[in-house]
């Protein structure tokens, strides 16, 4: 135990490390200042705002704004559905993959343009390269960016003063790129590359086994475009936490896979490969998750060392971690992004400590009949233990990345509980970039709003008082997400088609449920694997909650955005309430917390806590 909390501990330091820089940087990149790598970007960018015929000195009101981010993610959503539809007569088709069905095609398409990622499919055995390459890390970047760019209005709202302009999208958004994902993916790639990760555009390896008079397994059976992801060796049948074989699938020449009945001798194993590098990096600093593999980062092309390990989870914090500097750098006053931090990372380190303590404990069923260690290595690679996958756990579900390195449908119960508050609350502990630091501020609104009550003052956050119309817009991107997840999982669990492709009976089928529907919500797109979520039910109802999950929560904070910026600037007196304070933090963290507490308390209890409490009265089910 002592080894992996020291190992927490080095993580952890090295993130604040770069935190800070990076957010100071970013503050310099989004504000027009010149940077150290300006002399070699800043041509590139002049360039593209000259073929798009964009003047960067405009800027935007924000329905304007707006207008320009449903646009250019209309027509994201357009281009990736039928990128998939027509895959098969595209190019870099190595292994002639067909059409994606177009309930999968229409899911993936929302997932991939509102940086959710959730994949109900197999990506080896679903998508070309091509689609990976021109589809999804197309989409990786420009989403992430996105991500940024919507944040930036928020943040220049505060320093405005009677202005109806909250800045240019399309300039913040190509910043987003050229200065920060790019430069970063690139870095990350040739360092994965180093450790291993494939990058190729060759087809599938053919090797030979080395026992040619075996069975196949019929649970690894290579599944076809038209099946995504059917057959799953741990009984789930969906998504990006599924795992085929690890090493690629593994298949007879010319057998037709039949479930349940045994296969011709195995001659041939076909191992699958890709330009994957380029793809992990930017999935992983852009928050998008996902992964070229279906076994996603625990897949060994994906993630083969524990170096690759720790910079993957370092790449999925580093962004989200350093954007609440760039806040308090823009808003002249560094102690405020501090704040917000502080909270950030108090409620990470919390639901961390519960999940390594549920894991380390281990099943109470194995160890009171002697068969376990005391600690819970199921669906765990041995290669990175507990500490590691439970580390990784909490990242992504705190950051809204979706990558996994093991399987959470195997964690304990108060894990699973963790893992699925994380991402209940708006995943706000850091979140996704940009929108993470989006949630955050609503919640500040609400905690200013709260205190402004008890001290009999109209709230102010950074010299600019909040009215109804932020209040409004605020509650909105807090519960909306939140009554779209709840609501389609109590329809989920009280129809039979949601209840058909479930493997798990009692409260951990509802866990599982619940946690897609919170995934969907919080634009995470991980998942428990005893659901089958490749169903038209789950597509459907599942993108449009991924719809809500990321428009609600966007626009209402634009809409604020425009209303502060037109509003002047208050003078600080000796009633006004310190937020860059200890005591802010504090109340930020408790309105977190209880609003998460009152909003899903009966739900969480009926699906991971009661299973914890069967598990601990010795019940099975």
Known sequence: MASNILYFIVFLGILVALAVPLGSYMASVFTGKRTFLSFIIRPLESGFYWICRVDESEEMSWKQYSLAFLLFNAVGFMVLFLLQI???????????????RWDTALNTAISFVTNTNWQAYGGETTMSYFTQMAGLTVQNFVSAAVGIAVALPLIRAFTSKLRNTIGNFWVDMTRSVLYVLLPLSIILAVLLVSQGVVQTFNPYVKAQTLDSHGQTPVNRIAQSAERPNEYSPHGGREGKAGYPLAGGALFAEGATPIRGQAQAPVTEQVIAVGPAASQIAIKQLGSNGGGFFNANSAHPF?????????????????????????????????????????AMMILFLVGLGAAFWAEWQ??????????????????????????????WGQVTTAVANGSVNAMHDSMMPLTGLVFMFNMAIGEVIFGGVGVGLIGMIMYAILT???????????PEFLGKKLEAREMIMAVIAVIAPAIASLIF??????????????????PHGLSEI???FFSYAGNNGSAFAGLNANTVFYNLTGGFVMLVGRFLTILPALAIAGSLAMKKSVPSSSATFPTASPLFTVLLIGVVLIVGALTFFPALILGPFLEHLLLCSGRTF
């Open 448 to 458: 200013i709003f709260l205190a402004g009550l008890m001290i009999g003052r109209t």
């Open 86 to 100: 027509v895959q098969g007569r595209l190019p870099l088709n190595p292994m002639g993959f067909g059409a994606v």
């Open 302 to 342: 994906e993630n083969p060392t524990p170096l690759s390990n720790f910079l993957e989870m370092l790449a999925i914090l580093l962004i989200p971690a350093a954007l609440p500097f760039t806040f308090g750098v823009m808003v002249n006053n560094r102690r405020q992004g501090w704040a917000i931090f502080a």
């Open 489 to 506: 999982s109590g329809i989920a669990v009280a129809i039979p088609t949601g209840l058909s492709s479930l493997n798990n009976p009692g």
């Open 362 to 391: 281990g099943n109470p069923i194995l160890a009171q009949s002697g068969l376990g260690n005391g600690t819970n290595m199921e669906g765990k690679e041995i290669r990175f233990g507990i500490g590691s996958s439970v580390l």
């Open 514 to 516: 619940l946690y897609a």
